[in-house]
């Protein structure tokens, strides 16, 4: 299977900070990796690189040890599909399916097998014989997807391919690219801000900051143990939480204005103990909160409101100055304005550098 490997790659557009800054990853045959991080980031610019469709300042690209930056975007063969349609107009969902196909001289009876199974894949059979104009947003999606996935290309790429879709059709879309994602052989790189999206499809997760690459890794390593804040935030829904503490010489954590404080469990409390810092930030996400009874120690907050989802709920609480969100159980829902005790769970509370950011346990 082919391996697409990038290696130092810079691209600066005039801007202040370069687009891409020492952009060093690997995607291998048959795997996903997800390009995740907000607008100008530099997801798009990666993949206008790898695909020849904007040059390279420094660095390498390569596709099987073959370096193929110096080729043009034709010779490389990769296949990519844009955020916004790049249909042929003229063209039934078949005819766009099978035109790649036709130039690259496959034989009819294989141009009729892998269109077809592209359109079983995608739902498109009902509408083979149909023009692009009077396709639905999400039909049109799924043909561009389809006509790049027919291809025997190098790579395939994804930039942001169901930003346009409604909730329930970019469930759909993404339930049948990782079903399909199987049966390519070659590296995927789909570039996203939807962390929901990253989590599901990725096998890999490189996580973007301005150009950045701030951590590369499976999505629930980096969920459960990122680098800094920055991918702590990215990553989760709810938003993880965050809260201004202090930490005691033994290694406790302090809420200013509370007397409740929580021990880490040992060994990560010996390391916030040796870091020095007498400030911190926890991060914490809503499930490893809990709610306890009025006999219980804990932070006291007071509940602003109720968000029901029907098979969990979720608490937000303003305490010490912020909100924070607790993931409860079903049908469980204090009065909103009610005053309530929360603890934090020992092994799975996060400290982070107040003033680099980093993770410190």
Same mark, same amino acid.
């Not at 082919?2 to 995607?27: I, Y």
């Not at 954590?253 to 040992?266: E, K």
């Not at 204090?334 to 092994?347: D, E, L, R, Y």
């Given at each position: 299977?082919?391996?697409?490997?990038?290696?130092?790659?810079?691209?600066?557009?005039?801007? $202040?900070?370069?687009?891409?800054?020492?952009?060093? !990853?690997?995607?291998?045959?048959?795997?996903?990796?997800?390009?995740?991080?907000?607008?100008?980031?530099? *997801?798009?610019?990666?993949?206008?690189?790898?695909?020849?469709?904007?040059?390279? &300042?420094?660095?390498?690209? #390569?596709?099987?040890? /073959?370096?193929?930056?110096?080729?043009?975007?034709?010779?490389?063969?990769?296949?990519?599909? !844009?955020?916004?349609?790049?249909? %042929?107009?003229?063209?039934?969902?078949?005819?766009?399916?099978?035109?790649?196909?036709?130039?690259?001289? +496959?034989?009819? &009876?294989?141009?009729?097998?892998?269109? &077809?199974?592209?359109?079983?894949?995608?739902?498109?059979?009902?509408?083979?014989?149909?023009? $692009?104009?009077?396709?639905?947003? +999400?039909?049109?999606?799924?043909?561009?997807?389809?006509?790049?996935?027919?291809?025997?290309?190098?790579?395939?790429?994804? &930039?942001?391919?169901?930003?346009?879709?409604?909730?329930?059709?970019?469930?759909?879309?993404?339930?049948?690219?990782?079903?399909?994602?199987?049966? !390519?052989?070659?590296?995927?790189? #789909?570039?996203?801000? /939807?962390?929901?999206?990253?989590?599901?499809?990725?096998?890999?997760?490189?996580?973007?900051?301005?150009? *950045?690459?701030?951590?590369?890794?499976?999505?629930?390593?980096? %969920?459960?143990?990122?680098?800094?804040? %920055?991918?702590?935030?990215?990553?989760?829904?709810?938003?993880?939480?965050?809260?201004?503490?202090?930490?005691?010489?033994?290694?406790?954590?302090?809420?200013?204005?509370?007397?409740?404080?929580?021990?880490?469990?040992?060994?990560?409390?010996?390391?916030?103990?040796?870091?020095?810092?007498?400030?911190?930030?926890?991060?914490?996400?809503?499930?490893?909160?809990?709610?306890?009874? =009025?006999? /219980?120690?804990?932070?006291?907050?007071?509940?602003?409101?109720?968000?029901?989802?029907?098979? /969990?709920?979720?608490?937000?609480?303003?305490?010490?100055?912020?909100?924070?969100?607790?993931?409860?159980?079903?049908? #469980?829902?204090? $009065?909103?304005?009610?005053?309530?005790?929360?603890?934090?769970?020992?092994? *799975?509370?996060?400290? !982070?550098? =107040?003033?680099?950011?980093?993770?410190?346990?």
């Amino acid at each position: 299977m082919a391996e697409l490997t990038l290696r130092n790659l810079w691209k600066s557009f005039g801007a $202040p900070l370069p687009a891409a800054q020492a952009v060093t !990853f690997s995607a291998k045959g048959g795997g996903l990796v997800v390009l995740l991080g907000p607008s100008g980031s530099g *997801k798009s610019t990666i993949l206008r690189l790898i695909a020849g469709l904007e040059e390279l &300042d420094e660095g390498g690209i #390569y596709l099987d040890d /073959e370096r193929v930056d110096h080729l043009s975007a034709r010779a490389r063969n990769v296949a990519m599909v !844009f955020q916004n349609d790049a249909l %042929y107009p003229h063209m039934t969902v078949r005819q766009n399916l099978e035109f790649g196909l036709k130039l690259r001289g +496959a034989s009819n &009876d294989d141009i009729k097998d892998r269109v &077809d199974d592209e359109l079983d894949a995608f739902d498109l059979h009902g509408v083979a014989d149909v023009h $692009p104009n009077a396709l639905t947003t +999400a039909q049109r999606r799924k043909t561009s997807i389809a006509r790049a996935m027919v291809r025997d290309c190098s790579a395939l790429l994804f &930039d942001e391919p169901l930003a346009l879709l409604d909730q329930r059709e970019r469930l759909d879309l993404r339930l049948r690219i990782g079903r399909r994602r199987g049966a !390519f052989a070659a590296p995927l790189v #789909y570039a996203t801000q /939807e962390q929901t999206e990253a989590m599901t499809l990725a096998d890999w997760i490189v996580v973007l900051d301005q150009g *950045k690459i701030r951590q590369i890794g499976r999505p629930m390593d980096l %969920y459960e143990e990122p680098c800094d804040e %920055y991918v702590a935030s990215l990553l989760g829904a709810p938003p993880i939480n965050i809260l201004q503490v202090q930490v005691a010489p033994d290694g406790a954590v302090i809420l200013p204005g509370s007397d409740w404080a929580l021990f880490l469990d040992t060994p990560r409390r010996e390391v916030l103990r040796k870091s020095g810092l007498m400030e911190a930030r926890l991060a914490i996400r809503a499930q490893h909160l809990r709610i306890v009874g =009025p006999e /219980e120690p804990g932070w006291l907050a007071q509940v602003e409101w109720i968000e029901s989802l029907g098979n /969990e709920v979720f608490v937000h609480c303003q305490l010490g100055g912020v909100t924070v969100v607790v993931r409860t159980r079903p049908g #469980y829902a204090p $009065p909103m304005g009610q005053s309530v005790a929360i603890q934090a769970h020992p092994t *799975k509370s996060l400290m !982070f550098d =107040p003033r680099t950011h980093l993770r410190v346990v």
